[in-house]
């Protein structure tokens, strides 16, 4: 199994970050424990979640730590595994909030849902935009001096803010963000490839786009508005049903039926043809999804393919 060691760290990493969003939502309890033991017995062992997922349920999350903490301690494997976890996003109970008291009182809840006593890669989720940088990193210096964190990352800070806080960290000694964590896809390219990845050049990031799959718009499933409903979330591929996202389909096919792979193999493969692209995140609700994921990092697409690529998505 392949893996890549996530920039300035010594986590390594396999090619494929399961998105643990589902956990507690589309999943429950049983089916969770089974998808992340075949995950793991492919070889994987990267697992991303949030404090907060599902708080759109309950109105407050935490259901998708609760459930991989109880299945790590069940199959006693915390030491085999690279956990992403994050912290800032709003629940029904408090905005989006990364100050200093927010963050230490989520980091040890976080931990123990997790029932762990560190976290390997921990996530600004999202950036209230009105604590001062130095506050936020001088917060995660403390909690990785204490050991409940190894390193820390970046999700959905302005590129402003992201400049920002490296310069917070290079003159204050401060602790850097060593991944980002952007929406990044074959139909959402512009802001990811204009605003970030010359920071991400410039700053050495390991990159680990969400929505890979552009809420399984790439699968190819939903190519009508009658097939928005065959999925609880085939509502947010509505946006894609135009010339554009038909055309990017088309062009999938075309690869897809070239290698005998499937379309979110081919999207999948091509976010790893990147410079950067550690490990897309994205999430399966079934065995038969998760082989589509699997196959990702061994599809080596050539020139001729991702040319193809290239034109549908520009």
């Known amino acids: ?73 069940a199959r006693n494997n915390r030491d085999k595994l690279v956990i992403a976890t994050k912290v800032g996003s709003e629940t029904k109970e408090h905005p989006i909030d990364i100050s200093k008291k927010h963050i230490l009182k989520s980091v040890d809840e976080s931990l123990n849902r997790l029932q762990t006593d560190y976290i390997d890669l921990y996530y600004t989720h999202f950036d209230d935009e009105v604590t001062p940088v130095e506050e936020t990193l001088s917060t995660y210096d403390q909690i990785i001096k204490a050991g409940k964190v190894r390193h820390i990352a970046a999700s959905n800070l302005s590129p402003e803010r992201l400049e920002a806080s490296f310069r917070a960290s290079e003159e204050n000694n401060l602790p850097k963000y060593v991944a980002l964590q952007p929406h990044y896809n074959l139909v959402e390219r512009t802001n990811y490839e204009t605003q970030y990845a010359g920071l991400v050049e410039k700053y050495g990031l390991s990159v680990m786009p969400y929505y890979s799959l552009a809420s399984g718009f790439l699968t190819g499933k939903y190519r009508s508005e009658d097939d928005l409903g065959k999925s609880v979330r085939g509502g947010g591929a509505r946006k894609y049903l135009n010339d554009k996202g038909l055309g990017i389909l088309k062009a999938l096919d075309t690869v897809s039926e070239k290698h005998n792979s499937k379309p979110a193999t081919v999207a999948l493969a091509w976010l790893l043809s990147k410079p950067h692209i550690a490990a897309p995140i994205v999430s399966a609700t079934s065995k038969h999804q998760l082989q589509t994921l699997f196959d990702a990092p061994k599809l080596h697409l050539d020139a001729e393919d991702l040319e193809v690529l290239e034109i549908a998505s520009n």
Do not use: C, H
């Open 1 to 73: 199994m392949e893996k890549v060691t996530i920039g300035n760290t010594d986590l390594e990493v396999s090619r494929i970050n399961f998105g643990g969003n589902v956990f507690g939502w589309t999943l429950d309890e049983k089916q969770s424990f089974e998808i992340l033991d075949a995950f793991v017995e492919a070889g994987f062992n990267f697992i991303d979640t949030a404090d907060t997922y599902s708080w759109w349920v309950n109105g407050v999350g935490g259901q998708s730590e609760t459930i991989i903490g109880k299945w790590m301690k």
